[in-house]
């Protein structure tokens, strides 16, 4: 069974910190996935990563996949209370999505 | 256009009860799939139809079933429902069958049973 597990579980900030939450599994993932989700609403996919060690930029987000293509992490730089949600990563394997537990994040004024 | 939509938003139910839930996929996306999320955890899989055929099948009991229509919505079927399946059901769509295809989800059915 693949199981990505997610770091912290709860993140509470003040405006303007930087943070990192990470995504950790003991598979190999052909993608994976990072989605924003606010209450109410289904998640928002944010980005895909495919490629070991791929970086990818969203404005104040970086994303990254490790080289093995186990895990991967999302850095939030100058976070606002806009970036408040629960942040998901999902990755694919055997033509599913598996998902993390996610990370809520609570950014302050 | 409008995203994908989902009947109802609220149901309370009562054990051993049936409950039906529908979904409404992007114009154009023949995919559906249906995940359950409960309160603390990510979304867990439940089934992929595409093209009105089942594509994938998570983990999940023969209680749960789901079909899709000519028009590609999709309705999630739970019989003899248990307090454990109290969760937010989470429907999504796509254009094509890979699960590669960037998914896009609807806001939910919040499901309480009681």
């Known amino acids: 069974t693949q199981l990505l597990e997610q770091s912290p579980q709860f993140l509470s900030i003040q405006e303007g910190e930087n943070l990192t939450v990470y995504c950790n599994s003991s598979?190999?993932?052909?993608?994976l996935q990072w989605y924003r989700q606010e209450p109410g609403e289904g998640p928002v996919l944010l980005v895909t990563?495919?490629?070991?060690?791929e970086v990818k930029k969203l404005k104040r987000l970086t994303f990254q996949f490790g080289d093995a293509r186990k895990d991967s992490s999302l850095h939030i730089t100058a976070a606002q209370p806009g970036d408040t949600g629960l942040y998901l990563c999902?990755?694919?394997?055997?033509?599913?999505?598996?998902f993390g537990a996610g990370t809520i994040l609570r950014v302050k004024s | 256009d409008a995203g994908v939509t989902q009947s109802p938003t609220h149901l309370i139910k009562t054990r051993g009860q049936h409950v039906t839930l529908r979904c409404s996929p992007i114009?154009?996306?023949?995919?559906v799939s249906w995940y359950q999320q409960v309160l603390g955890q990510g979304p867990q899989f439940i089934f992929q139809?595409?093209?009105?055929?089942?594509?994938g099948r998570g983990n999940f009991p023969d209680r749960f079933s789901a079909r899709q229509f000519p028009n590609y919505s999709s309705e999630l079927n739970v019989n003899a429902l248990l307090l454990g399946d109290s969760a937010l059901y989470l429907c999504?769509?796509?254009?094509?069958?890979?699960?590669?295809?960037?998914?896009?989800f609807g806001p939910g059915t919040r499901l309480l049973v009681l």
């Open positions: 999504a769509s796509s254009l094509g069958r890979g699960i590669q295809e960037t998914q896009y």
């Open positions: 598979s190999v993932f052909s993608s």
């Open positions: 990563v495919v490629t070991g060690g």
């Open positions: 999902a990755g694919e394997g055997g033509n599913k999505l598996v």
């Open positions: 114009s154009g996306h023949k995919s």
């Open positions: 139809y595409y093209e009105k055929e089942e594509r």
